[in-house]
């Protein structure tokens, strides 16, 4: 257990549904992440969230819409998405901009999701 | 961008062998961590080590900072080693980590 978790665990939608990613950490951080891992690529940062504020989007497509409603939660948000999204999408947080350079990041499992 | 190397790309070993990992990474770095990443897709972290030498139990680090690479030595490794193992670095101090392409190792016994 990392203190941080992902619901689902396991998803497969249409290109027509509509799903949301949840993120969850207990570890009193302050800044939260979407990464994106596809077969035979590295991991790819998607969103940063610091203080609820988005800090970065990683030239994301609009299919995908990150929420950050407090500094515990996360949220991803998918609709119309194509099959090449098909991925493992990872949330990790870390103490955030105030750390002074102690920003290790802390990994949840991960939702696999298939896009059909 | 900075460019984040990883080496060798796969690794076999037999129980009870030793093996290091290697990270080069082309620019200086303000953090950088090692990962294993199980059959399950989660991501455990080893270490925390943008510098300097840390030991946790089989598995040890070190980074040189200076000459841009980082090291992960297993030993006595044990088939729950098997696995990827991912280096990543914070190149900016800007909370992005930047991943490599990973080590793909497989213990048998």
């Known amino acids: 257990e990392t203190g941080v978790t992902q619901t689902p665990r396991h998803l497969v939608m249409g290109m027509t549904n509509k799903k949301s990613l949840k993120c969850e950490q207990h570890?009193?951080?302050?800044?939260m992440y979407w990464y994106k891992q596809s077969a035979k690529k590295p991991l790819e940062l998607m969103f940063v969230y610091n203080f609820k504020e988005q800090t970065e989007n990683n030239s994301v497509p609009s299919r995908f819409s990150p929420e950050c409603p407090n500094s515990s939660h996360l949220f991803l948000h998918l609709h119309t998405l194509q099959p090449e999204d098909s991925a493992l999408y990872l949330c990790a947080s870390s103490q955030g901009g105030l750390a002074g350079g102690q920003n290790e990041q802390f990994f949840g499992p991960g939702t696999r999701l298939t896009v059909l | 961008g900075i460019q984040v190397e990883q080496s060798p790309p796969d690794l076999i070993l037999q129980e009870g062998a030793n093996s290091t990992l290697r990270c080069n990474f082309s620019?200086?770095?303000?953090?950088l961590q090692w990962f294993h990443q199980n059959p399950w897709g989660q991501l455990i972290n080893l270490f925390y080590?943008?510098?300097g030498t840390k030991q946790n139990g089989r598995l040890s680090a070190t980074t040189v900072a200076t000459e841009r690479y980082s090291l992960l030595y297993i030993s006595s490794s044990q088939t729950t080693d098997s696995g990827v193992y991912f280096c990543a670095v914070d190149p900016y101090n800007t909370d992005k980590l930047i991943f490599g392409t990973g080590t793909r190792l497989q213990v048998f016994p």
């Open positions: 080590i943008p510098s």
């Open positions: 620019d200086s770095v303000n953090n």
């Open positions: 570890l009193g951080h302050n800044a």
